[in-house]
């Protein structure tokens, strides 16, 4: 769009479908008597209030009498769900920046923590003291220590209760964005962490904690956006796939494709921007590329990891709570949501399946690596069936409000799993997922591309690419393809404005312990704030 905007010429071969993981997959043959087939998705989306690249993109894609950023719809609540017979907790995350208050937000977390008992006042005074260090850690501490220290070390979890590493130091990483508390680095949780928590507290230039789309994504943003995109010109070669690109005089002249059919042939063009998952990135790229540019070899050491979704599709309305779910007992790390509530303007037996759903409850499993209660086998060993069973055993059992459970088999009509999961075919076998998502580890920056490198005209963006923001996320990948098309406009001496990126804004408030703690770091000191875990205290 960028791109496009400015006079550029733009194809865009894409070897799937338009929107990848963000985008709504239709569940072939479920819709009836011309009903539209059933929504499924990779799994659910969502908008934290700190995402200013992508929402501003939004504002500007045209849907209806408004734009794309119109359709996004603040959840109000978000609940902990617990396990062995105990009541979800609620709280409140309702309003934005405007409304919020510090008092407000500190009596939600206090009533969080008056209905956990077991995590004890030491820790949560040591957690908020955590998030308190890297508040107001210097930029050097940040990309030095902070980006060599896993959170989980920086959280002291191993010593910690079983409570305190479900609800401090796993919960804000596998349930949210999969990343692995013992690997992930800190200066990527450490940031989405406070951000999140600076938007409930009501920091300038957030918008409400938590956002959904209106409608399933596809329609709600990744069709509107289609439509506009072909309107400014764009080519799409959809089902085409980059097989390598072509070099000559050390500079890329061709990408050499595989059409539907399965000929094979080149798309010439002045300006490349390769723009695809990290574990694809190299092999899309090729060999000749990579010798011209010996760095972008490196992106295949960044590591990814499972996060993927069910969707099941129930009988009846099931507004569990107006917002997300995090399930915190659950063996693989689900979160969920009920969606209809949120699709205010759709009808869904109306429009969707055989006339007889009416809720979309949108599930996200992140540990696919651990045994499952049901069938004692981790979710990558198990076939499709045995993980539908788990993934509802473990979401019934966790779903109680006022000392009743919220769901029941009889409720569901159907469920989907995400395509991109190849599932076992025969006894020991595992699981092969075709799209899985980048984990920021502790150290990984360094194999990071630049969204410009040594090839004078080929260029990376995707939530791999090191900008401002380094986690998988759909505000990272929209960083990165603004940060490419500055760096493409500088290169082909072009006059047009370069795209505007925004970063993290740090307070001006905390200006001053920014710069003391560069002075500490630089003597070799710690933060002023940084104190051990009192358990691990002799």
């Not at 002249?253 to 695809?276: I, L, Q």
Request: proline residues 7%.
């Amino acid at each position: 769009m960028e791109l496009a905007e400015r006079g550029f010429a733009v194809t865009v071969v894409e070897a799937r479908a338009l929107g990848g993981k963000a985008r709504s997959i239709p569940v072939p043959g479920t819709g009836t008597e011309g009903r539209r087939d059933l929504p499924g998705e990779h799994g659910f989306r969502f908008f934290p209030g700190f995402y200013r690249n992508v929402t501003e993109t939004m504002a500007r894609i045209p849907s209806g009498g408004g734009c794309v950023a119109d359709r996004l719809v603040a959840t109000t609540e978000v609940m902990y769900a617990r396990d062995r017979q105990r009541d979800g907790v609620v709280v409140d995350i309702s309003g934005g920046p405007a409304t919020r208050s510090v008092e407000g937000t500190l009596r939600a977390a206090g009533h969080l923590l008056a209905r956990t008992p077991g995590l004890s006042a030491e820790e949560s005074a040591h957690f908020a003291n955590r998030l308190l260090v890297w508040a107001t850690s210097g930029p050097a501490r940040r990309d030095g220590e902070f980006e060599n220290t896993s959170w989980w070390e920086f959280t002291a979890g191993a010593t910690a209760s079983e409570e305190y590493r479900r609800l401090c130091v796993i919960g804000p990483t596998r349930t949210l964005v999969a990343a692995k508390a013992e690997v992930a680095s800190v200066a990527s949780i450490g940031r989405t962490q406070v951000e999140f928590w600076s938007g409930l507290l009501g920091g300038a230039g957030h918008a409400e904690a938590d956002r959904v789309l209106d409608a399933p994504t596809t329609e709600a943003w990744i069709g509107p956006w289609a439509a506009h995109l072909v309107g400014l010109g764009v080519r799409f070669l959809v089902g085409h796939r980059v097989l390598r690109l072509r070099t000559a005089r050390g500079a890329v002249r061709a990408a050499v494709v595989r059409t539907p059919s399965g000929a094979v042939r080149e798309v010439e063009a002045d300006w490349f921007v390769c723009a695809v998952p990290a574990e694809a990135a190299v092999r899309t790229l090729g060999p000749e590329v990579c010798e011209l540019d010996e760095t972008l070899a490196d992106i295949d050491r960044l590591e990814t990891d499972w996060m993927t979704g069910i969707q099941f599709f129930l009988r009846e309305p099931t507004p569990l709570v107006h917002g997300h779910v995090i399930h915190v007992d659950s063996p693989w790390a689900l979160t969920s949501i009920a969606q209809a509530q949120f699709w205010p303007g759709i009808d869904i037996p109306a429009r969707y399946g055989d006339g007889t759903v009416h809720e979309v409850l949108s599930v996200d499993v992140s540990a696919w690596d651990v045994p499952g209660p049901l069938t004692g086998k981790p979710a990558r060993a198990c076939t499709r069936q045995e993980v539908i069973r788990e993934v509802w055993h473990q979401l019934a059992g966790s779903l109680r409000r006022d000392g009743r459970e919220l769901l029941s088999p009889e409720l569901v009509h159907s469920c989907f799993t995400d395509p991109a999961i190849r599932w076992p075919t025969a006894p020991g076998g595992l699981a092969h997922n075709t799209e899985p998502l980048l984990i920021s580890t502790a150290g990984s920056r360094r194999w990071r591309p630049k969204p410009a490198g040594k090839v004078p005209n080929l260029f990376q963006a995707g939530d791999h690419v090191d900008v401002d923001l380094n986690l998988a996320t759909m505000e990272a990948a929209d960083q990165s393809a603004k940060a490419a098309v500055n760096a493409l406009l500088q290169a082909a001496g072009s006059t047009a404005p370069a795209c505007v990126v925004r970063g993290w804004e740090q307070p001006s408030e905390l200006a001053r312990l920014h710069r003391l703690d560069d002075e500490l770091y630089a003597a070799g000191l710690p933060n002023a704030f940084d104190r051990p875990a009192p358990w691990e205290q002799s």
